[in-house]
Each structure stands twice: as structure tokens, then as C-alpha cells.
């Protein structure tokens, strides 16, 4: 169910907590704040795992090209990572709050397609 107004104050404010202590341990040890946070959750037994956006955005820009070069005024792909990356930058300006959600589900979308397996076998898949 949804949370109730004083359970979601009382998360803010214990995460207000948690992010002061991280940021008093990333001064005295110099070390940036999401290493110590991985380095938090790898010590308790959880699995960090950190998706790198701009290698999902290389395989949509592969299937989106005249979409992505319309976005830069070009029609005709000229430069390799320079135009890549003047495309990936007004990607994010033009979705700002949604590209990680869009690239990521396009990213699931793609290896669904490739997957030479029928919806009975994906699904006996994945009830391993």
C-alpha cells in the first residue's frame, strides 16, 4: 500500500541521516560517496551493479539513427563519439527525468527480440 505522510518524514529524515554520515566518511577518507555506498552494500552481501547508459545509448542510437541525427540538425551520420555524444547530450535534455527508463527498456526490449525462444520457454526460463 501507499505510505503514510509521517512514515514518509520519518524515511526523510533517517536518509537525511544516513547521507550526512556518508558525506562525513567520504571527507575523512577521500573517497567519493557512491564507492562508499558500493562498498557499504557489497559489505552487507548485496550485488552492485551499475548500468553504463552511454553504452545502452550507443545500441538505441544504432537502431534510432535518422531520429538521433534530427536532434543535432544532421542527416547523414559524419564523426563517430563526437556526433554520438552532441546526440546522447540532447537526448538527456530532451528526456530528462526518463532517458536511464527509456534506454534500459530499450536495451530489455532488444535482447527480448534477439532471444530465439518462445513465450513457453522464456517463460519455463524464467521460473529457473
Known sequence: GRRSTELNATLDTGFAEVERHFLNLSTSTTLP?????????????????????????ANYFKDNVQQELARIGREAPEGGATMRT????????????????????HEEV???????????QRGQTFQK
Do not use: E, H
Open 33 to 57: 560517496i557512491n564507492q562508499l555506498i558500493n562498498s557499504f552494500l557489497k559489505s552487507r552481501g548485496c550485488t552492485v551493479t551499475s548500468v553504463n547508459y552511454w553504452n545502452l545509448y
Open 110 to 120: 532488444s535482447l527480448l527480440g534477439s532471444s530465439p525462444q518462445t513465450i513457453a
Open 86 to 105: 552532441q546526440c546522447y547530450d540532447k537526448f538527456k535534455v530532451a528526456y530528462p527525468d526518463t532517458y536511464q527508463d527509456i534506454l534500459s527498456m
